[in-house]
């Protein structure tokens, strides 16, 4: 199955955005894309008003991705920002089919309180573990900080997703582009899986800014860890292959799943569980 990674400037303007992600849609259908993976905060850069922007998620910014996806004909998973019931927001990641029909919402677990940065100030944390149906593939949903915690690529994998998607918007930093590459390739490589990353670039009619935009380096990994695709620093779509049969040829030959000690190892006991696990 074709997946493209819509590696975007993020405006502060969601207008902006919703024509990107239009555009970038149309583009990747002609290169036979039936899913496309968006940032992180695609509605958004972090340095807006997230309060003011925040939308439910059957307000004008979803439904213009799901108009987005219709007229494309491909399933889109983008992020987005909800309001959350103690007046902070939800970091929201969103799956729309080729029909233009919500089929996950996966509202972001872990938050961003490090290297300087307090994402929790005005962002509520989710509690559910995400795997839904999108372009015929079982997709599992993490978005950005989440790659640093591997329990829960853990659980997708064992609950069986076949693709990891990873919205981000990774910030720059000492040593932060080598952690991400890292961290990227060792969840598609401990997991033998893959891991389908699509990350924010700086906008340029933006003024810079201390929050995060992104450093782009959107990436296609595939279950030996092997980069597919890496868009580097620009803007830009890159449009690779996702194959379920390589997938089952790793793990035949190396069946880390398999071989786990879920008898010595609570938390791999429990690894589908670290909140509810909703399955679409």
């Not at 990674?5 to 207008?15: C, H, N, T, V, Y």
Request: aromatic residues 6%; negative net charge.
């Amino acid at each position: 199955m074709r997946v493209a990674l819509g590696q975007l400037p993020i405006s502060s303007d969601p207008q902006v955005n919703l024509g990107r992600v239009a555009a970038a849609a149309t583009v990747a259908a002609a290169q036979g894309a039936r899913l496309a993976v968006f940032p992180e905060g695609t509605q958004a850069r972090f340095s807006a008003d997230l309060r003011s922007v925040a939308e439910p998620l059957d307000g004008a910014f979803c439904r213009g991705l799901a108009t987005a996806a219709r007229s494309a004909g491909l399933a889109i998973v983008a992020g987005v920002f909800e309001p959350a019931p103690d007046g902070r927001v939800f970091n929201t990641t969103v799956g729309y089919d080729g029909d233009g029909e919500l089929a996950a919402v996966y509202r972001k677990l872990h938050l961003f309180d490090a290297l300087g940065h307090r994402e929790s100030d005005a962002v509520a944390p989710g509690d559910d573990v995400v795997i839904a149906t999108l372009a015929g593939l079982r997709i599992g949903f993490m978005t950005c900080y989440d790659i640093r915690f591997p329990e829960l690529a853990r659980a997708l994998a064992v609950g069986g997703a076949q693709l990891l998607v990873l919205p981000a918007a990774w910030a720059a930093g000492t040593f932060k582009e080598e952690h991400w590459v890292t961290l990227v390739r060792a969840r598609a490589i401990e997991n033998t899986v893959w891991l389908a990353a699509a990350g924010q670039v700086p906008d340029p009619a933006e003024p810079p800014t201390r929050a995060p935009t992104g450093i782009g380096r959107s990436m296609l990994v595939d279950p030996m860890g092997a980069v597919r695709i890496d868009l580097g620093p620009a803007d830009g779509v890159g449009v690779g292959d996702v194959d379920c049969e390589y997938t089952e040829r790793v793990r035949a030959a190396l069946p880390g799943l398999v071989n786990r000690r879920v008898d010595v190892f609570a938390s791999e006991r429990s690894a589908a569980a670290p909140g509810r696990t909703v399955s679409a």
